[in-house]
């Protein structure tokens, strides 16, 4: 008998193992390629699942469409928390205002409500008697944009709640993104089962293949015509001691642990001071989903100094009272910030975004100058039960934003000649922050 042909059948052998974890890992990789898509951060430069403000259409009669616009702005970041244009919340709805007192009248009681009251107005005096003598904060707005806030009230009025509306659309996004993921989960489902299939048939493959060796062996030792070589073939046995020992399987052993090690290594020196994904325990159970995403409250109205300052203070209890003194009272969370008021101390809120002190960080710069939403950079925020920090914000994080994200010249004559020699030596390139200088050292560390 041929001896090639003995020689022939771990060939075979081999070859099937080989196809069948080829095609094993090749739907391995179709399938993960969403879950790859899904687990990525925040792309720097981007606006993460911020849903934004659609233009309310002015009513008849309602005024203009920018002092409209303007209003809606002006209204979701000082009145929203506390006022609905259709409905009673913490305040009276505002719908019909201009019918009940004259613009004269609302112009110094949105300014300071409380001088209005200690002057007597009989009006005021019964409004904060009805309200259980709950204290309207004062406004620093002009008068310009108390009359933009009054003509959107005027636009909304007979109109479905805005921050109902905007809920239910919200709770429709998410229904539709539900049954996309639902579409997504089934397909991944579907090639969970073939991979399953096919790693159990080649395991049948595989024994059935072995099976079928042990019997061509047995049947050959039964033949009297083999020469000394098929024989040799026939019975050699794999040494897997002398495999263990040899200097080739040591070698390849130990230099995969060394990789590994040296691996470890790198990872565990790469993530010293970045604590992306923390998420401590505070000392209230504050949701930032149920307050910035049902609510619709405006992150300013907490964060009062994010437009206007370098750092984005923590709200004072004052803030929270300005709702919760009737909101929830009996709530033992709630009760947490009565206790911190009686004794006059701070409530010790866990910081979760930190920067190193050798790095200059200014949130005015990002969130007035440039414009940028605050899920940029703290993920969506509006969907956080519990407020974790969502992107790396390394050095390297920042600096891939600052080199991808336009900046917005239009209308600035402080950028023209910038723009000009930027244009003249990079036609057709976006003029970036990077572009500005934002990549230079000394723009974060001096």
Request: proline share 4%; net charge positive.
């Amino acid at each position: 008998m041929n001896s090639n042909r003995l020689r022939s059948l771990p060939h075979l052998l081999l070859a099937l193992l080989l196809t069948f974890a080829g095609a094993q890992q090749a739907l391995a990789q179709a399938a993960g390629a969403t879950a790859d898509v899904k687990t990525q951060g925040v792309v720097p430069g981007a606006t993460a699942a911020a849903t934004p403000a659609t233009a309310t259409a002015p009513a008849a009669g309602g005024g203009d469409a920018a002092a409209i616009a303007a209003g809606d702005a002006l209204f979701k970041g000082n009145c929203a928390q506390c006022h609905a244009v259709n409905e009673q919340v913490v305040g009276p709805a505002l719908g019909g205002i201009t019918k009940r007192r004259p613009i004269s009248w609302i112009l110094p009681w949105v300014k300071n409500s409380s001088k209005v009251v200690a002057g007597g107005d009989d009006y005021a005096v019964a409004l904060f008697n009805k309200f259980n003598k709950q204290q309207m904060p004062s406004f620093a707005l002009s008068d310009k944009e108390i009359t933009s806030i009054v003509a959107y009230i005027t636009s909304q009025e007979g109109q479905a709640n805005p921050g109902v509306t905007a809920q239910n659309a919200a709770k429709t996004d998410g229904a539709d993104a539900g049954a996309a993921g639902g579409t997504e989960a089934g397909a991944g489902k579907y090639v969970d089962i073939l991979l399953i299939v096919l790693v159990v048939v080649l395991i049948v493959l595989v024994v059935t293949l072995v099976i079928i060796g042990n019997l061509m062996k047995d049947v050959l030792r039964g033949r009297k015509d083999l020469d000394g070589r098929d024989i040799e073939i026939l019975e050699q046995r794999f040494n897997w001691s002398k495999f263990y020992h040899s200097p080739a399987m040591r070698g390849v052993v130990g230099t995969v642990f060394a990789l590994v090690l040296l691996y470890e290594g790198v990872q565990s020196v790469m993530a010293v001071g970045l604590t992306q994904g923390y998420q401590p325990t505070q000392p209230i159970a504050f949701s930032h989903k149920l307050h910035a995403g049902e609510h619709q409250i405006n992150c300013a109205y907490c964060h009062t100094s994010v437009y206007k300052s370098k750092s984005a203070n923590i709200p004072s209890a004052n803030i929270c009272m300005n709702c919760h003194s009737q909101i929830k009272t009996e709530s033992p969370e709630i009760k947490k910030i009565y206790r911190a008021i009686e004794r006059h101390q701070p409530i010790q809120w866990v910081r979760i975004h930190n920067l190193p002190d050798l790095a200059y960080f200014n949130h005015s710069q990002h969130t007035q100058v440039a414009g940028l939403q605050c899920q940029t950079c703290h993920g969506p925020i509006q969907n956080m039960e519990v407020v974790y920090q969502y992107s790396a914000l390394t050095m390297g994080w920042c600096i891939n934003c600052h080199r991808e994200m336009p900046l917005n010249t239009k209308d600035n004559k402080y950028y023209d000649n910038l723009v000009k020699l930027h244009d003249t030596k990079n036609a057709g390139a976006p003029f970036t922050v990077s572009s500005n200088g934002g990549t230079e050292c000394s723009k974060c560390h001096y």
